[in-house]
């Protein structure tokens, strides 16, 4: 079955230090889509950066980057120079279908809270 | 902005009663989706629509319907509701194709009471 799995409940990282975001997922399709987003304490969900099943590149949006390992279905986030407004939830998500229709599964999130 | 609104922002009601949210998507986007996030939970995609049609369903109860209009605004019933179905709804929108991003609205805050 289709899952998203994100480990790490909650993280603390020091002001202007990297932090990596761990998500693993697991399916049967061959194409599909990863996304982050990022969730304020305000309640926007805020998109960050997306990798598709067959980009050999990592994607990158300025500080963050998306540590994508095939193989091991791995989509870590990686954000570079943490900001205190960094601190949110952030949310893995896959998206798997085609010719318009389409389905997202979303992992628990991982709560960041960035120390000053 | 994402582009993407929802109304209302807030609504609370009783339990038993019938609540109708509302999405308009960006402009061009004609696909929509619904989410429902509860408490500290995560996204739980409930239902797509694309262009008029639905076409993916996720964990939707049989109390809660959608539909999507010609205009491409969508409508996201619940009823029979439950002190449970408390939650934050999402609606987002996006592009055809595997890789379009998401928009999403600011939500509707439901309180069952």
């Known amino acids: 079955a289709q899952k998203i799995t994100q480990t790490q409940p909650g993280m603390f990282v020091q002001e202007k230090e990297a932090v990596t975001l761990d998500c693993t997922y697991d399916?049967?399709?061959?194409?599909?889509?990863l996304f982050w987003y990022k969730q304020p304490s305000s309640g926007e969900m805020i998109f960050l950066i997306y990798q598709g099943s067959y980009d050999e590149q990592n994607a990158t949006e300025g500080r963050y980057s998306l540590n994508f390992q095939k193989a091991r279905k791995s989509a870590n986030l990686v954000i570079s120079a943490s900001q205190l407004g960094d601190s949110a939830m952030y949310f893995c998500a896959m998206r798997e279908g085609s010719s318009g229709t389409y389905k997202y599964i979303f992992g628990t999130g991982t709560r960041l809270k960035v120390l000053a | 902005d994402s582009g993407v609104t929802q109304t209302p922002k807030h609504l609370i009601t009783a339990t038993g009663q019938r609540v109708t949210l509302r999405c308009s998507p960006r402009s061009g986007d004609l696909s929509v989706y619904w989410y429902q996030q509860s408490l500290d939970q995560g996204l739980q995609f409930l239902i797509q629509y694309y262009n008029g049609e639905e076409r993916a369903k996720g964990n939707i109860l049989e109390r809660f319907s959608a539909q999507q209009f010609p205009d491409l605004h969508s409508e996201l019933n619940l009823s029979s509701l439950e002190l449970g179905d408390s939650a934050l709804y999402f609606c987002?929108?996006?592009?055809?194709?595997?890789?379009?991003?998401?928009?999403f609205g600011p939500g509707t805050r439901l309180t069952v009471t």
């Open positions: 987002a929108s996006s592009e055809a194709g595997l890789s379009a991003e998401q928009y």
């Open positions: 399916t049967s399709d061959q194409s599909y889509g």
